[in-house]
């Protein structure tokens, strides 16, 4: 290996470090496909303390009808809750993002919020990077990769995706949506921390006697959040044992206190159209989590949606 490409080892080791006060936040997320996406929005806006927003985006997603869904479902449920957390205000910060997956690796589909990712990212600089939080699939993040190459060393990715590389496939609905754009992502040289769903994340359940415990009654929101996660596995189970895995929260969690998370430093695998992992020895390094310690997560989680005047306020 020549000096050159230990350099830039180097260089990217650095840029994986965990980062020190404020936090510059991009949330890319297909919110309107699920019920815990939700949860990802409020933890985010109630951690002002150490993160701020500059962008919550919308990812293309396909629901149980075969076919794309429409992006304007994400907008609206995005719309409703930071009503319901008192911050309409942040609406101006959101953003449509493309409406499919991008159709190769080298064919980028160009929205609002590629075209915003790319010039925000121009105010932040190799050592200190705008954060882009995307817990769906990964396509806008690619689109703007494409478009500008050189964003690359202005973010650190933090990326729900995959499954542990410990399963026989890295099949999971993120990954698998839009595998171009995961490869193109994991090609780019940026700074990578990859949090994979099954057998990692798959951790962070909640059952119905918890989220009754934690949620039902507290305030409008915690209730709204509580009926949603009732409806939702009311048609998928009638199992009275069910648990439900709030899968989007961990990236957030990572941002807040690194000691929550497990991970380790790893190359930089291959994507491929087969939804596996191809471990290489000569690319760039990325962090791969393999660990999550739930309790601390959902105990912090829980207590800033009990006290939204304290967490969601506006602070300026």
Known sequence: MNNSMLEKMAQQLLRLKHPEGMVDVILDTDLGCEVDDQFALVYLVCAQEKLRIRGIHTAPFEGAVKGFQDPETSYIEIEKILR???????????????????????????SEAVRALIDISKEYTTENPLYVVAIGAISNVASALLLDPTLKDRICILWLGTAGMEMETAMEYNFSQDNAAARVVFASGAPLILFPCKGV????????????????????????????????????????????????????????????????????????????????????????????????????????????????????
């Open 201 to 316: 994340t798959s951790h962070l359940q909640v059952t119905e006697p918890e989220i009754a415990y934690w949620l039902k009654g507290k305030n409008e929101l915690c209730q709204y959040f509580y009926d949603n996660i009732c409806s939702y596995m009311a048609v998928r189970t009638d199992n009275p044992c069910w648990n439900k895995v709030i899968w989007d929260i961990v990236t957030i969690a990572w941002l807040l206190n690194e000691s929550w998370v497990q991970d380790r430093v790893i190359t930089t695998p291959v994507p491929q159209y087969d939804h596996r992992l191809t471990r290489v020895s000569d690319g760039l390094p990325m962090r791969y989590v393999y660990y999550v310690d739930r309790d601390p997560i959902f105990q912090d989680l829980f207590r800033r949606m009990h006290d939204l005047e304290t967490f969601a306020s506006r602070k300026d």
């Open 84 to 110: 319901m957390l008192g911050r309409s205000d942040l609406m101006s910060l959101v953003r449509r993002g493309s409406g499919r997956y991008i159709p190769s690796e080298t064919e980028p589909e160009e």
